[in-house]
């Protein structure tokens, strides 16, 4: 389905509230933002039953018929899943795929083998980058965490100084470069170009993270001096294997839908001739879809057959890889049931009019949006989606370039300030040994400089592009 044909669809479920009904949908969408943020956190209710309540609680209190309220959430629901579920589903794959081989391990080790000292923090954002691109964050974490911590004790390193670089390496990549769920879903929400988001998210990535990463880890590893913990190093998973991928094999595999999907943007900037057939073939092997297909389908060669794994395996691996994902998709998809009912109650409308009056960038403000909702709700996915459903009308006369920094701007507000409220918080807190106060001081901290100076990037990139 076409996402003008989307459009239309929605356009028919829930009439839009006019422009009278301004202070209603106000008092409507903070209602409904509230239900969200008590359930998840005062009630622990799960993020995807937390969506759909809010969202019914946001329709009915902006005056829709509830059916249509119904209506407009399952078509978002249904769309978003459409539009990002497979891809997500491959980057699970692939991801397990990677971890599974030891080819992770193997790119981990062969950059450590040629780095020391003062260049392990850059060695551990290298790896970090890398790693992070066709994984999810907490995935990420729990496969960096046994090499953090065996780098900390045996080059008798502060933990910080090592941590941060990786952590910050990791954060960037979930908040700002797709094939990740939450930037996939702002572009589908949008309109944003694939391959111009993720040219122009790595751009802005590299000096974010080298900024957030080894410069910033200086000084937490003076706030917080604390020992890698002996009982959180878990066993690797290349221990139970007898050989495993190469290093060149496994960047290749890793790199390949990154290499594709960044062909396909080059190509239509260079040829922009649809008709064409060189940009037609382009616009097949490079879209996400296609460019992840074939990175799971290579590894399964490069990754993998090297590490001895027979045909046999191959299901029961996808079968393990597919199961986390439950969870991640149905909110995604109740996110974007959400951001479809604010669409279709007509606030989104509502947000461009109020940043005509108020005269706020349409970037700045999509990042203020997604702070708002990241502090309340503690989720980067839950800040994303939702802050694209309100800012995409935003996005209606907007060059190609400055849709996609529409998205970075919605991605770098997502990351602001991890507190008590985020799993990734705890998550760090637990595998580092940290206090709350030594957690806020260092993950949190840095998580807010990942935010600030995106966003700034974002700002200034808009001014020359």
Do not use: C
Request: proline share 5%.
């Amino acid at each position: 389905m076409t996402r003008l044909s989307v459009e239309m669809l929605a356009a028919d479920t829930v009439e839009p509230i006019t422009s009278a009904g301004h202070a209603q949908l106000g008092i409507a969408v903070l209602a409904g933002i509230a239900v969200i943020v008590l359930l998840i956190t005062k009630f622990k209710l799960h993020a995807f039953l937390s969506l759909t309540l809010g969202s019914l609680a946001l329709g009915a209190l902006a005056g829709a018929p509830l059916d249509k309220v119904i209506a407009s959430f399952t078509t978002g629901l249904g769309t978003t899943v459409a539009g990002v579920g497979v891809l997500i589903a491959l980057g699970a794959i692939l991801g397990k795929m990677l971890a599974d081989s030891g080819g992770a391990d193997q790119i981990v080790d062969t950059i450590l083998a040629k780095a020391s000292g003062r260049s392990m923090p850059w060695a551990m954002v290298l790896i970090a980058s890398v790693i992070g691109l066709p994984l999810f964050f907490e995935v990420g974490v729990v496969l960096l965490i046994p090499v953090v911590l065996m780098v900390a004790k045996r080059g008798n390193y502060s933990l910080m100084r090592i941590g941060i670089p990786a952590l910050a390496g990791l954060s960037v990549m979930h908040g700002l470069v797709p094939p990740h769920p939450g930037p996939l879903v702002a572009i589908d929400a949008v309109g944003a170009n694939l391959g111009v988001t993720l040219a122009l998210g790595v751009l802005v990535a590299i000096p974010t993270v080298i900024i957030a990463g080894p410069v910033f880890s200086k000084y937490a590893a003076r706030w917080v001096d604390v020992p890698a913990p002996d009982r959180m190093i878990p066993q690797r998973a290349s221990e139970d294997l007898e050989k495993r991928p190469g290093f060149g094999a496994t960047l290749a595999t890793i790199l390949l839908p990154v290499v594709l999907m960044l062909s396909k943007a080059l190509v239509d900037i260079v040829v922009d001739d649809p008709e064409n057939t060189v940009q037609r073939v382009f616009d097949v092997i490079g879209s996400p879809l296609i460019a992840l297909l074939a990175s799971v389908l290579v590894g399964i060669f490069t990754l993998l057959r090297p590490a001895g794994f027979g045909k046999e395996r191959l299901s029961p691996l996808v079968e393990k890889g597919l199961a986390p994902i439950a969870g991640i998709l149905l909110i995604v998809g109740a996110g974007g049931g959400f951001k479809q009912t604010l669409i279709d109650t007509g606030v989104g409308q509502m947000v461009l009019d109020i940043s005509e009056d108020w005269s706020i960038p349409a970037l700045l403000l999509a990042w203020l949006i997604a702070v708002a909702i990241r502090l309340a709700t503690g989720s980067a996915t839950v800040a994303t989606v939702s802050a694209a459903g309100l800012v995409a009308p935003l996005a209606a006369d907007m060059s190609t370039t400055h849709a996609a920094l529409l998205v970075l701007a919605i991605g770098a507000g997502s990351l602001f300030f991890s507190h008590v409220n985020d799993a990734g918080f705890w998550l760090v807190k637990e595998y580092f040994g940290l206090s709350v106060g030594q957690t806020v001081k260092t993950w949190s901290v840095m998580e807010t400089i990942i935010s600030v100076v995106a966003g700034g990037l974002v700002l200034l990139l808009s001014l020359v592009i």
